[in-house]
């Protein structure tokens, strides 16, 4: 048997498929004889292009990153439909100033290119007469797996075609199945039973009904949909992928002088939070959000495994949330393994301080943290499960321990009320020296998610985005079960409190590469240096002893009531006024965050952990102050 496995644009260029790296994997484990080929089309895209065109990373990342717009997969509409420069002018319109004209013109370029990429292509996986095609699916890959597909059955009609992936979960992969005739079957939930049962059910003839989620045809051509495995798969089934062919392939790409390549792997699947507090916005996971990790042990010879045999310490993890025992199973035995990993990693933003140090000490030192917003009520809106306090916490500890961040401010939930960010907004300088948002986001309504499958929690008026149907030539009612994101009503926020969301947002962004604040803890006094133009001071030297106290336990969030319960446990002069005096104090200097009542210190702690001590005691190294005192004038 000989099996073809097809990774299209716009898919990463910087990263293997995990689907078709396990894929590759189960069918060499059932299947030893079969012969196994996977194409990576998403690099012989970047090396055609830049043969025939002056095509550059930045014009491939923006494309590759416009899903939401549609951008990216409506350059594949004409080849997808069989119609030259489809909605050229309706496409371009409706992106309005969303893309710069420089970006619009490659775009429409691509377009008109794009039809003889996939008759080559086609041609190409066609001409070695494979037995079954399979193609993975997920986000921004759907028009062009679709176009080449149908010109791989038209060149070899021989050829079984298969669908799997993200984009093929639930009704979504029953859509596709009946809507386009020559995808002959789609696998929906997690393939590595469904696949290999697929398969052997073609070699002998078996029977198709017992596969759980397959989509297939019956005798007469009418499509069959089997119901979904409601069990997911344990993680002891999980695989390990392989990859040789990418790395190979990257290596004599255009793309591998673009970009670095990365290993991909998984120590989960699904979610625990999303388990008990399904975030309302959150369309990740589909049809299988139960929480399952592999064994930790196992899961660190997994990526030593990986890293010895391709040679590469970039290590992109797939979980969308920590496995919080992995801090003591997991961190602590990849950073006994000696390797300069470089791992990134999605999490919870409720980490403290020490679990951040655990896991940049393994060598997770970028991750993907769940802010998304600075404010309680709306973080309440979200069910994240955190305070704005807590996510302040995380972007400060994460500046102290050297943590790269990636996040997004969140905007648009029903019930917000402009309060909710003019009062982030008016602190926003403060905290200039701590990782900003990539952007301000308007949420858009994911399938899967709360707001898609609850009407109640305020978006009852649906509709699959306008920028399909500059995809797709289907109706409303097939589009309603194929598409994964839907438009609505806009909810929340005015657009001149959009205005002033942005422009904050915008000027943290200017301001982070210049802007810093730390404090050394000197055990009777708290020295703080500061640079942000924001503000008019640049030492400060606390000595007091409740204030001392007072900042010591900012390290958390605390409300104004229990800070003066503990600072009188420990001061006969602790009083509400004075504490309520100070923290009125410290907000005009910027060194507190308030919100939902609750106050927390912004101030990472010096990078040199001989100086630091939060436990108050003295410390005999404090030398290395002396010249930053010196070269200050002095303390104010």
Known sequence: MHIVLVDMPWSAIDAPSLAL??????????????????????????????????????????????????????????ALNELPRRHVAAFSESLGERAPEPLLAKARELHELAPLFVRETAARIAAEAPDVVGFTTTFAQNAAALATARAVKAGAPHAVTVFGGANCDGPQ????????????????????????QLLAALRDGGDLSGISGL??????????????????????????????????RHARST????????????????????????????????????????????????????????????????DNILDMAYLGSMAPRLQESGYDLRLCYEIKSNLRREQLRVLSAAGIGYVQAGVENLSSRVLKLMDKGVTGCQNVRLLRDAETVGMNLNWNYLYGFPGEAEED??????????????TPPFNATRIKVER???????????????????????????????????????????????????????????????????????????????????????????????TDPLELTVFRLLDMPHSPASLLHKAAARHEDATGDRIGALLARWLRLGLVFTDGGQYIHVVPAVANQDLMRLDGSRLHNAEPLAPALAAAGGVR
């Open 21 to 78: 790296g396990i894929l590759k994997r189960r069918v060499h484990d059932v299947f030893p004889d079969a012969r196994v080929d996977v194409v990576h089309a998403n690099l012989d895209y970047v090396d055609w292009l830049t043969a025939r065109t002056d095509f550059t990373f930045e014009e491939y990342d923006f494309c590759a990153g416009s899903y939401f717009s549609g951008h990216s997969e409506w350059i594949f509409a004409a």
């Open 173 to 196: 992969g029953a859509a596709l199945h009946r809507n386009f005739p020559f995808v002959d079957f789609v696998v929906r939930g997690e393939g590595e039973a469904a696949f290999p």
């Open 215 to 248: 989509c297939w045809r019956d005798t007469e051509g009418r499509p069959v949909a089997n119901p979904m495995e409601a069990k997911p798969l344990p993680p002891a089934a999980l695989v390990t992928p392989e990859y040789g062919d990418y790395f190979d």
């Open 255 to 318: 793309a591998g002088g673009w970009v670095e390549p990365r290993i991909v792997v998984e120590g989960s699947r699904g979610c625990w939070w999303g388990a008990k507090h399904h975030c309302t916005f959150c369309g990740l996971n589909g049809s299988f959000m139960e929480f399952r990790s592999k064994n930790p042990q196992r899961f660190v010879e997994e990526i030593l495994g990986l890293v010895e045999r391709y040679r590469i310490l970039d290590v992109w993890v797939t």
């Open 421 to 434: 960010y003019d009062a982030i907004c008016d602190q926003v300088p403060a905290l200039h020296h701590l």
């Open 448 to 542: 899967f998610s709360p707001y898609f499958d609850r009407p109640e929690l305020g978006f009852d008026d649906l509709r699959p985005a306008a920028h399909y149907h500059h995809i797709y030539d289907l109706p409303d009612s097939e589009l309603a079960d194929l598409v994964y994101l839907f438009d609505s009503p806009k909810r929340g926020i005015s657009p001149a409190c959009l205005v002033r969301l942005q422009q904050a947002v915008s000027g943290w962004k200017g301001a982070y590469v210049e802007c810093r604040i730390t404090y050394c803890d000197l055990g009777d006094h708290i020295v703080l240096v500061d640079t942000r133009p924001g503000f008019d001071w640049h030492l400060l030297d606390l």
